[in-house]
């Protein structure tokens, strides 16, 4: 039976895996860099890894500048050229 709350497993988790805060450092570093950090939130863990040399604490990849900055740009240049 769980006993633990959400908060004790996830510090134990970060503990024993220390790429969850790495991971973490990753979000902060796009929370502070990125103008689209509010509609992407900065996860992909899997693309950092791969795009990073292994690491997870990157920003910017191929893929969130494909799925997440240019479809952001390209919906927000509709969305003016369409403004009365
Ligand atoms: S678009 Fe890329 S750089 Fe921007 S917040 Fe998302 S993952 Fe980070």
Same mark, same amino acid.
């Given at each position: 039976?769980?006993?633990?709350?959400?908060?004790?497993?996830? &510090?134990? !988790?970060?503990? %024993?895996?220390?790429?969850?805060?790495?991971?973490?450092? #990753?979000?902060?570093?796009?929370?502070? =860099?990125?103008?689209?950090?509010?509609?992407?939130?900065? &996860?992909? !863990?899997?693309? %950092?890894?791969?795009?990073?040399?292994?690491?997870?604490? #990157?920003?910017?990849?191929?893929?969130? =500048?494909?799925?997440?900055?240019?479809?952001?740009?390209?919906?927000?240049?509709?969305? %003016?050229?369409?403004?009365?």
């Amino acid at each position: 039976m769980l006993k633990d709350g959400l908060y004790v497993l996830v &510090a134990e !988790a970060e503990e %024993r895996t220390p790429w969850i805060t790495e991971f973490w450092q #990753g979000v902060d570093a796009c929370r502070d =860099t990125c103008p689209a950090f509010a509609f992407c939130g900065g &996860a992909h !863990a899997a693309n %950092r890894y791969f795009e990073h040399a292994g690491r997870f604490d #990157g920003t910017r990849t191929r893929y969130c =500048t494909t799925a997440k900055i240019a479809l952001l740009e390209g919906v927000t240049r509709h969305v %003016r050229s369409h403004a009365h």
